[in-house]
C-alpha cells in the first residue's frame, strides 16, 4: 500500500517562495510518477508538477512553469516542490499523488492511484 505524507505548508507574501515535501513510503518499484496538484475552493484538482522517478523527466502546468520546480531525492522516496514567486492565485490545498499506471496526461488527476492529505498553502497580496 502506498502512502503519502505532505509537509511544508503554510502562509507568505506575494513574491515570496515556499518548499513542499512529500515523503513517500510502501510502494518498491511499481510508482511511474509522483506529482503534486491543488486545489481551490469550488475548482477542481489541476495537475501542477509531475516527475518520473526512473528517468528524472519532469512536466509544469503553464502557469508555474519556470516558478515552481520538482525534484526527488537519490532514494527516490521524497519529492519536494519549490515554489517561488509565488502568486495570490497560488493559494489552494496541495497534494501529492503516485502514478502507477504508466498512459495518460501525466498531469491528470485522473491517472493517479494514491494521494496525500494535502497540505494549504496561501499566498497574501
Known amino acids: 500500500q502506498v502512502q503519502l505524507a505532505e509537509f511544508g505548508g503554510g502562509s507568505v507574501q506575494a513574491g515570496g517562495s515556499l518548499r513542499l515535501s512529500c515523503a513517500a513510503s510502501g510502494y518498491g518499484d511499481s510508482v511511474n510518477n509522483i506529482g503534486w496538484f491543488h486545489q481551490a475552493p469550488g475548482k477542481d484538482r489541476e495537475g501542477v508538477a509531475t516527475?518520473?522517478?526512473?528517468?528524472?523527466?519532469?512536466y509544469y502546468t503553464d502557469s508555474v512553469r519556470g516558478r515552481f520546480t520538482i525534484s526527488q531525492d537519490s532514494a527516490g522516496t521524497t519529492v519536494y516542490l519549490q515554489m517561488d514567486s509565488l502568486k495570490p492565485e497560488d493559494s489552494a490545498m496541495y497534494y501529492c499523488?503516485?502514478?502507477?499506471?504508466?498512459?495518460?496526461?501525466?498531469?491528470?488527476?485522473?491517472?493517479?492511484?494514491?494521494w496525500g492529505q494535502g497540505t494549504q498553502i496561501t499566498v497574501s497580496s
Open positions: 516527475i518520473y522517478l526512473g528517468s528524472g523527466d519532469t
Open positions: 499523488a503516485a502514478r502507477i499506471k504508466r498512459a495518460g496526461n501525466p498531469l491528470d488527476a485522473a491517472y493517479y492511484e494514491y
